[in-house]
């Protein structure tokens, strides 16, 4: 297979178009056998229900070339079990799981060309997601639906080394304590790009959400779950029925625990604690995981002993360990990895 002409290693994350998508249409309620196709276009009525409504959930997943050339994608299951909990709180169709997984692999399969060599850092991102499509006008659901898959490929997160983010407590909420924090829905984006426009305006990487209901607790940032770890070595994750389960964060969870052994918490996490801890860091697909040297709270600083110039060292063996198991250069926990060839 000829890859395509790259620069690999100076890619951003941003869209690039690959050949194939892959497509399925659900209508007088049953979804179609779905197939791959070549246009990137999607025509649909003006009063379609994702356009008035915002009714749409999506997943996000990557496939990595291992260091002896298998092309692998990292617990699919996983996607498509959150892709069914996202659908059923927007009463949209679930999308068969394992339906989900071989749509994956055929679109990956489709675009194979685009699967960054491995070294190269670079990794091949890859977007299910679903809409109501048909027209809408007094609120309820869509009867009509479009799955899809689509991938591009992506550079890599750290390039040019990595450095830790500044972060600061946002104002603003992200998800009311019933509400929908726990589904990847895309409504939680729409409502996040204020807050994260204006932080970067003011020279922050992201914002850390609070608890809604009393403002003392941690819950996420707008696309990334925490992790701490506390100066005797415990790796601590913020416990809330409003943050998205991370697939990356329960990974690490896991990892932490099972393969390194350290001692794991999920619990609340009070902000009043967070100046205690050693190291921050978050994770989801995109980074694995970012560090954080700095959190600001509204002009007063906690700044982890960690620094301002790399990963804490408890981050660091997190972060080898997992990208090593994505990576094919450890073993990995069973049912992990996916070979798509
Ligand atoms: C997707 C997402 C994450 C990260 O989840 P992964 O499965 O690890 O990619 C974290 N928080 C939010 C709000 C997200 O949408």
């Given amino acids: 297979m000829e890859k395509k002409n790259i620069d690999w290693a100076n890619l951003d994350f941003g869209y690039i178009k690959t050949d194939k998508r892959y497509v399925s249409n659900f209508k007088d309620g049953a979804w179609d056998d779905g197939c791959l196709i070549e246009d990137d276009q999607i025509t649909i009525s003006e009063c379609a229900c994702v356009l008035q409504y915002a009714q749409t959930c999506f997943e996000g997943l990557k496939a990595y070339t291992t260091e002896d050339g298998r092309i692998v994608v990292f617990r699919p299951d996983l996607n498509a079990q959150r892709l069914e909990d996202s659908a059923k709180r927007l009463e949209m169709p679930v999308f068969p799981q394992e339906r989900f997984i071989d749509a994956v692999v055929k679109t990956v399969e489709a675009n194979e060309a685009y699967v960054p060599p491995y070294g190269s850092g670079a990794t091949l991102y890859i977007r299910p997601y679903m809409f109501g499509s048909n027209a809408v006008i007094g609120v309820k659901p869509a009867d009509e639906y479009q799955f899809r898959v689509f ?33 990847k829905a895309g409504l939680n984006y729409a409502m996040s790009l204020y807050p994260i426009v204006d932080a970067h305006e003011k020279g922050f990487d992201e914002n850390m959400y609070l608890d ?61 604690e967070v100046k205690d801890f050693a190291e921050c860091g978050l994770c989801g697909t995109a980074a694995v995981i970012s560090p954080v040297g700095k959190i600001n709270d509204h002009g007063k600083e906690i700044c982890f002993p960690s620094g301002m110039n790399e990963m804490g060292p408890v981050t660091k063996k997190l972060y080898d360990t997992l990208t090593g198991i994505q990576m094919g250069r450890l073993e990995a926990p069973e049912g992990w990895i996916k070979v798509i060839k």
């Fill in 212 to 272: 809604p209901a009393t403002r003392t607790k941690v819950e996420e940032t707008g696309g990334a779950n925490f992790l701490f770890v506390t100066k005797d070595g415990t790796i601590v994750t913020p416990k809330s029925n409003s943050i998205l389960p991370s697939i990356t964060r329960r990974s690490l969870m896991y990892v932490a625990k099972e393969v390194l052994g350290y001692k794991t918490e999920e619990r609340e996490v009070y902000f009043d």
């Fill in 151 to 183: 991938t591009t490929p992506v550079g890599p997160y750290f390039k040019g080394g990595v450095k830790p983010l500044t972060i600061r407590i946002s104002d603003y909420d992200r998800a009311a304590p019933h509400g929908t924090g726990h589904i």
